[in-house]
């Protein structure tokens, strides 16, 4: 056996002990007895994925410690191998810095046990504080897109997704290899965990023969290498790490190589099941039996001694291993232009190039910048376009995770097709420290042609309604407004920014609030206010209604004799702050305009002032014109007039 051989072996075991124990054992886990009192009543977790994302970790890990000149980063696409990634953190010590319970000696790995599923308030899944963390996932299918967005522009980085065969089923694994043709220099040597299965039943993947897996990687681009493991053997280990070793060596050379790694699900465990094999150990001395000659297959006694301290070769294979995760803080960022009143087109662009010209900075589009008056950027080192927008928000996701700024350009009405992964990242990010650059949306085409195809507000409804303070949603009144959302969104760290602009010409308003708003997501617009404590308080979100309440709201006050105050949201975050009363006034009824689902507002503003009420998308029964649908939404003047008299009337005046 050569020295990696032994390493890599020692730290396959462990972890894969390490997991088994977690999964099954309530108590004294290096005990070869497995005792009734020491197993769980309950096993819980996920076995399948269990050896094999193990041994692809085994090796990146053996493969970044061989080589300090570049980072070499895994990413795991199983948020079920959650224990893999907890045994590994204990071994390597790192998850006693993050709970000094779980430390690496007897006790600690005691507590490990115990604590498994809930992990001690870690959980049991993937999560962001521990090695192997950078991406969390949960929702499967995005872990090959934020492995691309990782290593874009990185030349001494090599990022190594380990995907399932099932999760190369979703639309956004099956996108992502198809789409590195956009961005060939990304640096990334997935392992595809073809293990045949997925939950229930054979993956469509690991269906295949070599020959038409590697068939379809061929096709899409890639160089398939087949590493077959069966029992985890020496010559497994050494042929599975020349594999590894060679595919990076290509990555770095420009090519784009893939790891078929075939194996069984959970192979070394009882039957090749997705959860727990053993189900009834209190009562079963069967399974016990079984699980006893389970644990003792990794020979645990040549690993750890009494106190659970490494030894032998898995001591100096600890010693051997690197796990590195990018974490940077923000690039500067250059200083800001003012809006000269130009229209969306030129402003948004002059922001977008003087954070180019900042650098680490990128767009992303799904072939939606010639549409959205931005064609000007196409062809740029920075702009990158791809019809697939999962696989888009992949990038910017792992592209921001690494410290750079970026946004990504598109409609709002596909743009509920990012939503499961834009949750995943607030959930990650919430876990990460430090906070990485922003993930920015910039949103168009609400403007309302070929409406009843392409229009829909839901993105920015389920997101208001997660009501996690990370999330801002701009509505800038104008070009000028957007221009400088976007510019402060772009700035920012730790945020979900979602910019919600009309492309087409709209009239300007006045500037003198625009300081305020940014600062504070809104401000009272007095050139269309009365003085004094207001009657009734019009807020108005997005361009199409800032321009139908500044056309309503003197018909309103003549015809019912209010006074009437209007404010201008910029940020429907600052609806959700203590500061609100101080704009809309203490008892003045609410009016809210909107560009989104009245819902949404109705869920920031429902009992928190004396009478509102909110007119915005209504979803058109059947095609209409951009007026039609404004009228049909009572985003005019009669509409607003209409909905003004009777929230009025409503609240007794
Ligand atoms: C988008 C999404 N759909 C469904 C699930 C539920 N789910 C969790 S694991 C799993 C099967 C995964 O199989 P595979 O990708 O082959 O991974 P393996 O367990 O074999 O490593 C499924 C369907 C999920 N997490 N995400």
């Given amino acids: 056996m050569t020295d990696l051989v032994r390493s890599a072996d020692a730290l396959w075991r462990a972890m894969t002990y390490i997991v088994v124990a977690q999964l099954h054992m309530d108590s004294n886990p290096l005990d070869a007895r497995v005792d009734v009192s020491d197993v769980k009543a309950q096993a819980s977790g996920h076995w399948g994925t269990v050896p094999g994302t193990a041994w692809a970790l085994v090796h990146v890990g053996l493969a970044a410690g061989y080589r300090p000149d570049i980072e070499i980063i895994p990413i795991i696409g199983a948020g079920h191998a959650g224990p893999v990634q907890r045994a590994l953190a204990w071994l390597t010590g790192d998850l006693a810095n993050v709970n000094p319970r779980l430390g690496r000696d007897a006790a600690g790995l005691a507590a490990l046990v115990a604590s498994f599923p809930d992990g001690d308030g870690l959980g049991s899944e993937v999560h962001p504080a521990l090695p192997a963390g950078a991406y969390m996932g949960g929702w499967l299918g995005g872990a090959l897109a934020f492995a ?17 065969d099932g999760e190369c089923e979703t639309p956004t694994t ?3 290899w198809l789409a590195q043709m956009a961005i060939p220099g990304a640096q990334v040597v997935p392992v595809v965990h073809l293990n045949g299965r997925r939950m229930g039943g054979p993956s469509l993947l690991g269906s295949m023969s070599d020959e038409q897996a590697s068939a379809y990687a061929r096709g899409l681009g890639w160089e398939p290498v087949v590493a077959h493991v069966e029992a985890g053997s020496p010559s497994e280990h050494s042929a599975f790490h020349r594999v590894l070793v060679e595919g990076i060596d290509a990555a770095l050379r420009g090519e784009h190589r893939v790891i078929l790694l075939r194996c069984v699900k959970g192979w070394s465990g009882p039957i090749g099941a997705h959860k727990t094999p053993l189900t009834d150990l209190k009562g079963n001395p069967r399974e016990r039996a079984q699980l006893r000659r389970w644990m003792s297959s990794y020979a645990s006694h040549e690993l750890f001694n009494k106190n659970a301290q490494p030894v032998g070769a898995l001591a100096s294979a600890l010693d051997e291993i690197r796990f590195s995760a990018p974490r940077p803080g923000p690039p500067p960022a250059p200083v800001a232009a003012s809006p000269e009143g130009r229209g969306f087109s030129t402003e948004v662009c002059r922001v977008l190039r003087a954070h180019a010209v900042a650098g680490d900075f990128k767009v992303f589009s799904p072939d939606e910048l010639e549409s959205n008056r931005l064609g000007n950027l196409v062809g740029e080192p920075w702009v990158h376009e791809a019809l697939a927008e999962e696989v888009l928000l992949g990038w910017l996701a792992g592209w921001t995770a690494s410290g750079r700024r970026g946004v990504l350009i598109s409609y709002e009405a596909f743009a509920p097709l990012m939503l499961a992964g834009l949750v995943g990242h607030l959930k990650q990010r919430r876990l990460t420290d430090p906070t990485p650059p922003s993930i920015n949306l910039l949103l168009t085409s609400y403007g309302w042609h070929n409406v009843y195809t392409h229009g829909d507000p839901a993105l920015v ?10 999330v801002h949603v701009f509505t800038p009144a104008d070009a000028n407004r957007t221009a ?13 920014n979602v910019v919600i602009a009309g492309k087409h010409p709209a009239p300007l308003h006045p500037r003198d609030t625009i300081d305020h708003e940014r600062q504070h997501g809104l401000a009272v617009w007095d050139h269309l206010s009365d003085l004094g404590e207001p009657h009734l308080t019009i807020v108005c979100a997005g361009d199409i209604p800032a321009t139908a309440v500044r056309d309503a709201v003197g018909c309103i006050r003549d015809r019912y004799g209010c006074r009437v105050r209007v404010v201008n949201v910029h940020d429907l975050a600052a609806l959700a702050g203590p500061a609100l009363h101080r704009y809309v006034g203490e008892n003045a009824s609410v009016l809210v305009a909107t560009l989104g689902h009245p819902a949404a507002i109705w869920g920031l503003l429902r009992g928190r002032v004396p009478s509102l009420d909110v007119v915005g998308w209504r979803e058109p029964p059947h095609p209409m014109r951009q007026d039609e649908l404004a009228a049909h939404a009572g985003l005019d003047v009669a509409g607003m007039t209409r909905a003004a008299a009777a929230l009025l009337t409503r609240s007794g005046r």
């Fill in 148 to 164: 691309q967005g990782m290593a874009l522009d990185s030349p001494n980085r090599v990022v190594v997704p380990i995907v399932g």
């Fill in 174 to 176: 099956a996108a992502s």
């Fill in 461 to 470: 409804t389920a997101l208001l309604g997660i009501g996690d303070p990370a």
């Fill in 484 to 496: 400088l959302a976007l510019d402060d969104a772009l700035r920012s760290v730790g945020q979900l």
